[in-house]
């Protein structure tokens, strides 16, 4: 019986950047085969395969905390078991895309949202909203940065944090006080008590849905049927780090990643689903690696920042435009409240609190622009406070005046009436691939190719 002689492995190939339809595969760097330890961002496979990945990640600072669960008797609280709670507030870091007065303007965006919600706070305790209130405190250079990344024709779907991104895009606080109290001139004309609205006319804004991560599908529905219309658009929408983990949340990126649509999903991850910590509901050190499976690039934020915030949801936005598909984005920071207004988050360590109210975006933004900048004085910030509180008065006025709706007015919107559900194109006909000479679709194929 003879031997067959054994060979020398083959030589290691030079890396090879991946490509997913139009788009560059940043994230995602597969090398193969290389034999036979791996580096530190790699594990060997049983045939000597390396594969090696890269998130980008803007911060300038990476805090990294460890919450334990503790049992006493029959209490039970958290602990941070590890992680330096002492470290140093980074600086801003200074956007490579906007300017002097595109700053200031988001600033003014942020101080607006945190004001109005501290007046929805106040309307709650005197008995004038209907239902709870849902704060994004801390999260306002999220809500705002992102959303003045869209342009005129992208779109977006907001959930309940985001009402700073509703400000951004055009709707008044007058229309989100009038929303939580229920009052005629509310956008749904006090059919709904909590966010549940949009503006699918003028705003290109599509309703919050209360299932977590359902607006991922829809929203990678709208660039569908944008592309359909011969047009590449922006679509972002927002996701909790415990929404993250629903199982409509992967079916509607992975929809969006396998049809190269330009869905820009940003994952607030601030630390604490409801009472759960981020410890306890995911093991993976960073939710943007997620994005590794979808083959999409994933890149990771300082939530508290609003230049980070700002540069990346700019070029995801811009990378949507040319086709080149979605991207996911991490925002870190930390929701200074409890869930909604009736719970008052007593499972938070308080030190996490100490630690990240020193990272308040609002104050840390102000900094920048004053004392670092110097862009504005302060007597022309302490005016740009004034005139947000000018304004935030005179809508406050307008949504105490609005009458509660009539009972009879119940009865109307229920069924539809004529017309009323008629969506027309936005950007163009939709054109059939392969119509006869009587316009319709030739029956040997489909009417449209989704790719």
């Known amino acids: 019986m003879k031997m067959k002689k054994k060979t020398a492995p083959a030589a290691p190939t030079a890396p090879v950047t991946k490509k997913n339809g139009s788009g560059s595969r940043a994230a995602v760097k597969h090398q193969e085969p290389k034999v036979p330890s791996a580096g530190p961002n790699g594990d060997v496979g049983p045939n000597g395969d390396v594969r090696s990945y890269s998130i980008r990640d803007y911060r300038l600072e990476k805090p990294s905390?460890?919450?334990?669960?503790?049992?006493?008797?029959?209490?039970?609280?958290?602990?941070?078991?590890?992680g330096d709670l002492s470290a140093p507030v980074p600086p801003i870091r200074e956007s490579k895309y906007l300017s002097k007065q595109q700053v200031i303007e988001i600033y003014r965006w942020m101080v607006l949202n945190r004001r109005m919600e501290t007046a929805l706070e106040n309307l709650y305790k005197q008995g004038k909203v209907v239902g709870g209130v849902y704060f994004g405190l801390g999260q306002e250079a999220c809500s705002c940065a992102s959303a003045y990344a869209l342009g005129k024709d992208d779109w977006m779907g907001p959930m309940i944090r985001n009402q700073?991104?509703?400000?951004?895009?055009?709707?008044?606080p007058a229309d989100i006080m009038m929303q939580y109290m229920a009052k005629s001139g509310s956008p749904?004309?006090?059919?709904?008590?909590?966010?549940?609205?949009?503006?699918?006319?003028?705003?290109?804004?599509?309703?919050?849905?209360?299932?977590?991560?359902?607006l991922i599908p829809v929203l990678a529905g709208v660039a569908l049927g944008a592309r359909l219309q011969g047009k590449n658009i922006a679509v972002m929408t927002w996701i909790g780090d415990g929404g993250q983990s629903t199982g409509v949340t992967y079916e509607g990126i992975n929809f969006a990643a396998v049809q190269n649509l330009g869905l820009v999903l940003i994952v607030e991850?601030?630390?604490?689903?409801?009472?759960?910590?981020?410890?306890?509901?995911?093991?993976?050190?960073?939710?943007a690696e997620r994005a590794i499976g979808?083959?999409?690039?994933?890149?990771?934020?300082?939530g508290t920042d609003a230049c980070q915030v700002y540069d990346a949801c700019h070029e995801a936005c811009e990378r949507a435009r040319r086709g080149e598909g979605a991207t996911l984005i991490e925002?870190?920071?930390?929701?200074?409240?409890?869930?909604?207004?009736?719970?008052?988050?007593?499972?938070?360590?308080?030190?996490?609190?100490?630690?990240?109210?020193?990272?308040?975006?609002?104050?840390r933004l102000e900094d920048y622009l004053v004392k670092k900048k110097k862009w504005l004085t302060p007597a022309e910030n302490d005016e740009l406070i004034a005139s947000v509180e000018r304004e935030l008065e005179?809508?406050?006025e307008v949504a105490m005046n609005s009458p509660m709706p009539t009972p009879e007015s119940a009865e109307g919107g229920v069924f539809c009436e004529a017309g009323?559900?008629?969506?027309?194109?936005?950007?163009?006909?939709?054109?059939?691939?392969?119509?006869?000479?009587?316009g319709g679709p030739k029956r040997s194929e489909a009417a449209v190719h989704l790719k």
């Open 65 to 82: 905390f460890t919450v334990r669960q503790v049992r006493a008797g029959d209490e039970v609280h958290y602990e941070v078991e590890s």
């Open 164 to 172: 700073g991104s509703l400000l951004v895009r055009g709707f008044v």
């Open 188 to 214: 749904t004309r006090g059919r709904d008590g909590t966010s549940h609205y949009g503006d699918i006319e003028k705003r290109n804004v599509a309703s919050p849905i209360s299932m977590l991560g359902d």
């Open 269 to 287: 991850n601030n630390l604490w689903g409801y009472s759960t910590p981020a410890d306890m509901q995911f093991h993976v050190k960073d939710l």
């Open 294 to 302: 979808y083959g999409i690039p994933g890149v990771i934020v300082d």
């Open 331 to 363: 925002a870190k920071m930390m929701r200074m409240k409890g869930h909604a207004i009736h719970d008052g988050a007593e499972y938070v360590p308080k030190p996490m609190f100490e630690y990240w109210k020193k990272r308040d975006p609002i104050a």
């Open 394 to 396: 005179a809508n406050r």
């Open 420 to 438: 009323c559900h008629e969506i027309r194109p936005r950007y163009a006909v939709p054109k059939s691939a392969g119509a006869g000479k009587s």
